[in-house]
């Protein structure tokens, strides 16, 4: 019975989070046409788009190192992605707004595609590194006015247990606006969601998520010769605190059953 309700709750779930993104999309184009407070716009896309999001989805998010996040300056979260529900995620927990960059085929979608773009969203064109050094580079501005970014420096989302190599993007950004990096490890949301499934938690009611925030790494010095050592440093902090998240929140027996590509 309780698989039945999960299932039912799943296909709800898909069927609201559509209809809530549209209507959230709209305030969000309403509000930053008329030129509504940035904090009004913040609290729709936090707490109301991606918090009843992650509420609903049954995800409950063991949060820790909320005291390394930056609060009066501009930072750039690089988190590990596997899940849809990354975002959403960070949004819900974060102590401080962000923008985040989002793959360019995301802007054609109606509606959100233009919400997404007012709110300062980043374009990444994947295939084309020239144009997404130039998003960053018109980016920097924004930083040094104070705001936070959030990218993902595995490029895409993971499949499986390991974390990718990381890009190096996020990093040449960082240095170029001498921002501070917070890492941000998340372990479990995959199963809430996997890759290439629409139906969150149809497995269970319930699931604990880990965030971690992990202590700021400051770029203001470091000479953009040695962005590879400063990749390499930041990948092996993060997998090291993911290695420790695995058996806490990882269902270890699904993704060890899954092969690649096969939808769970």
Not at 24 to 43: Q, Y
Not at 159 to 178: L, M, R, V, Y
Request: charged letters at 25%; one cysteine or more; hydrophobic letters at 45%.
């Amino acid at each position: 019975m309780e698989k039945i309700l999960c299932r039912l709750r799943a296909v709800f779930l898909a069927f609201f989070v559509v209809f809530h993104t549209l209507f959230c999309s709209i305030v969000v184009i309403v509000l930053l046409l008329t030129r509504a407070p940035r904090s009004w716009v913040d609290a729709v896309i936090g707490p109301f788009w991606c918090g009843l999001m992650v509420r609903f989805s049954g995800m409950k998010p063991v949060i820790n190192g909320l005291e390394n996040v930056p609060k009066e300056r501009g930072f750039l979260y690089l988190f590990t992605h596997s899940s849809h529900l990354d975002i959403p995620l960070l949004f819900t927990v974060s102590p401080k707004s962000f923008r985040f960059g989002a793959k360019s085929s995301l802007f054609k979608i109606p509606i959100f595609g233009y919400a997404i773009t007012l709110s300062g969203t980043l374009p990444i064109t994947r295939e084309d590194r020239k144009k997404v050094m130039e998003v960053y580079r018109q980016a920097e501005a924004r930083v040094a006015a104070g705001e936070a970014f959030a990218l993902a420096p595995e490029g895409g989302r993971r499949q499986g247990t390991e974390i990718k190599d990381f890009k190096s993007g996020p990093f040449i950004f960082a240095i170029n606006a001498k921002m501070p990096i917070v890492p941000v490890v998340l372990s479990g949301v995959d199963d809430a969601l996997p890759k290439k499934s629409l139906l969150i938690n149809r497995d269970c009611w319930s699931r604990k998520v880990g965030v971690t925030f992990l202590p700021p790494i400051d770029t203001k010095d470091v000479p953009i010769e040695d962005m590879k050592k400063l990749k390499a440093e930041v990948r092996e902090r993060m997998v090291m605190e993911f290695e420790r998240m695995k058996p806490l929140y990882m269902n270890m027996d699904s993704h060890q059953d899954r092969s690649p590509g096969q939808q769970p």
